[in-house]
């Protein structure tokens, strides 16, 4: 069983910035593929962001170039780090795994997300 635990979530103005961090209690972290996805009202949940064990990557085309996705192997923490936020990233952010591979994902563990919200 894998728990994961995001936070970071919060209020911020249009072009400010958020640190989302992803705790998860497995042993085999570094093999994972991780994702992070968004949700807001009425909407599918998308994926937003994903990095699998050699620290490639992939970003959704609304997303890329303005947020960053790492992973810290020694704490086993996911971050997802949104700069430039616009109003239209307001949304429930969860953290994935579950998969090898970034194509693989959604896996089959969520956390329990965590809400950002952009505005004045």
């Known amino acids: 069983q894998v728990q994961l635990v995001e936070s970071g979530g919060g209020l911020v103005p249009p072009g400010g910035s958020l640190r989302l961090s992803c705790a998860a209690s497995?042993?085999?972290?570094?093999?994972?593929?991780w994702g992070w996805y968004r949700q807001a009202p009425g909407e599918q949940r998308e994926l937003v962001a994903g990095?699998?064990?050699?620290?490639?990557?992939h970003y959704a085309h609304s997303v890329k170039g303005r947020f960053t996705v790492s992973r810290d192997n020694d704490k086993h923490i996911v971050y997802l780090q949104m700069s430039s936020l616009k109003p239209e990233d307001t949304a429930d952010y969860y953290c994935?795994?579950?998969?090898?591979?970034?194509?693989?994902?959604?896996?089959?563990?969520w956390g329990q997300g965590t809400t950002v919200t952009v505005s004045s």
């Open positions: 994935n795994t579950g998969a090898i591979r970034i194509g693989n994902l959604p896996g089959s563990y």
């Open positions: 497995t042993i085999i972290f570094k093999a994972l593929a």
């Open positions: 990095i699998d064990g050699n620290n490639n990557t």
